[in-house]
């Protein structure tokens, strides 16, 4: 998958991008990541990519014009391109956003500064607006490294285990059940003993409760998509009545 960043700060990029997973999947021709300094996009003799905002107020705003030509240049490569535009005034960027983003060939993410871009760049160029959640950032590259990062788990061959991105939180619309590993006890806390029973079925299903329970607790609100059997909704119910 071909990802290219229109960004004023690619030095940024630097090991988010090219250590561990992502790195590997680069090396293995599964992602084609390109970064385009959009400073270089611009034509006056100080490469000034802002400007004050019409209608006065605090800040500054990206140019429209080294934003449109660096978007028609890159266009040029990509023709396929989805372009995404980061901004805390887009659609949430959540699991359902990643797996949809990865069956695209080509994206194209701007990283915002400032105040944020002319909007007439999301006008003439942007497909979607994408939001990383309730908060706002200095700028769009952390948002653009987060969105690549989790688009990436849903290509195949980037996940060494390929299961793990269906088991992982989000995954069946529940949160992950809790995970141990060696020692069987730390400090007194001991390793639930369904895990260490070998019985595969008991494993499940205790994985499944404690899945139902954590996102009781911290995202009651996936409970309402979730796919849940009769007895499932049995434990939901006995969660609650604790809770109350
Ligand atoms: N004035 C903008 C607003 O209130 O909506 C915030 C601009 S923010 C300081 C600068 C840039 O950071 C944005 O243009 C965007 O690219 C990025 N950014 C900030 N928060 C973000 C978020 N929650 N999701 C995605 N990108 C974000």
């Known amino acids: 998958m071909k990802f290219d960043i229109l960004t004023l700060f690619p030095a940024m990029f630097e090991g988010p991008l090219t250590e561990s997973i992502i790195r590997r999947a680069t090396d293995k021709g599964l992602l084609d990541i390109r970064l385009h300094q959009l400073r270089d996009y611009a034509t006056d003799r100080h490469k000034v990519v802002d400007d ?16 449109a030509a660096c978007i028609e240049a890159v266009k040029a490569d990509r023709p396929k391109a989805r372009i995404i535009l980061t901004t805390p005034r887009g659609r949430l960027f959540d699991d359902a956003a990643a797996r949809e ?30 939001s990383i959640g309730d908060v706002v950032l200095t700028g769009g590259e952390l ?8 688009i990436a788990r849903f290509i195949p061959g980037v996940l060494g285990s390929p299961g793990s991105a269906e088991t992982d939180s989000f995954g069946n ?32 299903r205790w994985r499944r409760r404690k899945a139902i329970e954590k996102t009781l607790q911290v995202r009651p609100d996936l409970l309402r998509q979730a796919d849940l059997t009769d007895e499932e909704r049995r434990w939901l119910a006995e969660f609650e009545a604790c809770s109350r």
């Open 52 to 67: 004050a905002p019409y209608g006065g107020g605090d800040g500054m705003v990206m140019k429209v014009e080294p934003l």
């Open 101 to 130: 983003l990865a069956g695209e060939e080509e994206l194209v993410i701007i990283c915002g500064r400032y105040e944020g871009v002319d909007e007439r760049v999301r006008e003439l160029f942007v497909d979607d607006e994408f």
């Open 143 to 150: 948002a653009a490294m987060m969105m690549v990062d989790a």
């Open 173 to 204: 619309g529940l949160l992950e059940y809790p995970h141990y590993t060696r020692p069987a006890e730390f400090r007194g806390l001991a390793v639930p003993g369904v895990l260490l029973s070998g019985n595969h079925a008991e494993v499940a």
